[in-house]
């Protein structure tokens, strides 16, 4: 069996790898004046728990949408508290009470055993470790929690009215967090 550091660095790197991503130039701030740019330094705890990764397009299809300054500021700090709980709720591994965070989209695909192996076939480390993902559950504990349980949000994108890209700035580099869907009223981590 595997020291617990070492199945959690590998999980994290895996999450970071996978998930985290850099936006191209052409969704950048210059290039898109209708991003939320509000940057806030990440804490030292979330800095040394990261592994450090190279920077990634987001492939996104859709051009940033104009929102006014009070609906940006409203929705930033809506994304922050989401965050805020995800990050408590991932880090004490309540997989129940993440799940209720989710969108149906991104349920079925990370529970769909075709994706759960690519994101395996994705990831050295976890293969090297003999991790297996079978199912939504297994993905939350080795994928989820290592890389997403101290995350914080400093900037948000509005993809269209009810899609927001919510980024962190590690390093200098600015990285996709997460995709989410409003749903009624609530924000919900999504895969679009």
């Not at 890389?147 to 980024?167: C, G, K, M, T, W």
Request: proline letters at 5%.
């Amino acid at each position: 069996m595997k020291p617990w550091y070492v199945t959690t660095s590998v999980g994290l790197t895996l999450i970071l790898v996978s998930c985290a991503t850099m936006p191209s130039a052409s969704r950048s701030a210059e290039a898109n004046p209708y991003m939320v740019e509000t940057f806030s330094p990440v804490t030292e705890t979330a800095l040394s728990e990261l592994p450090e990764i190279g920077p990634t397009d987001v492939n996104s299809t859709s051009e940033s949408l104009q929102v006014s300054p009070e609906r940006s500021s409203t929705t930033l700090a809506e994304i922050r508290d989401l965050v805020e709980r995800l990050n408590t709720i991932i880090s004490q591994g309540r997989f129940e009470d993440w799940k209720e965070q989710l969108d149906p989209e991104y349920t079925r695909k990370f529970d769909d055993p075709v994706v759960l192996q690519e994101v395996l076939n994705g990831s050295t480390k976890l293969r090297e470790n003999g991790v297996k993902l079978k199912n939504l559950a297994d993905y939350f504990k080795f994928v989820v929690n290592p890389s997403r349980s101290h995350v914080l949000v400093d900037s948000i994108a509005f993809v269209d009215e009810n899609r927001v890209e919510a980024f962190a700035l590690l390093k200098g580099q600015k990285l996709l967090l997460y995709q989410l869907k409003l749903s009624g009223e609530q924000w919900k981590v999504s895969d679009w």
